[in-house]
């Protein structure tokens, strides 16, 4: 499975490292949307669109975004349970639509949060290597 992260969202480079940790099997590959060349390598994915939401590939071809994308990366490394309930029926709505104006917001929540700015120190908020 395919995950493409924003590498400048502090929030989001920390929910990637956390994830990775937990793949033990190698289950999930990490694409950065900001990495030079991308569009040149994905040209058929619409970056604005991959920038407005998380967005996850499944080994089938089939995309998924926002909370669906992150519940099946989580439940690709065995930790699903975490965000199933916010695929429930009945939290569903409210939870899309709170990861929506996160997903709107996640600069300034990340830097509310983290107190690292969109950009970071050196440019980008890239994983740490030992994460890759």
Request: overall charge positive.
């Amino acid at each position: 499975m395919i995950i493409f992260y924003d590498s400048y969202c502090p929030l989001c480079c920390a929910e990637m490292a956390h994830l990775k940790k937990r793949d033990h099997h190698n289950r999930i590959e990490l694409v950065d949307i900001n990495q030079p060349g991308f569009t040149e390598r994905y040209p058929s994915l619409d970056w604005q669109a991959l920038n407005s939401r998380i967005h996850a590939q499944r080994d089938n071809g089939e995309f998924v975004t926002g909370l669906d994308a992150t519940h099946a990366v989580w439940q690709a490394v065995g930790k699903g349970w975490l965000y199933a309930p916010l695929r429930w029926p009945i939290i569903r709505p409210i939870a899309d639509m709170g990861y929506n104006w996160f997903a709107k917001h996640r600069y300034t929540i990340s830097y509310l949060l983290t107190g690292k700015r969109r950009t970071c120190d050196s440019g980008s908020c890239h994983l740490p290597e030992d994460s890759k």
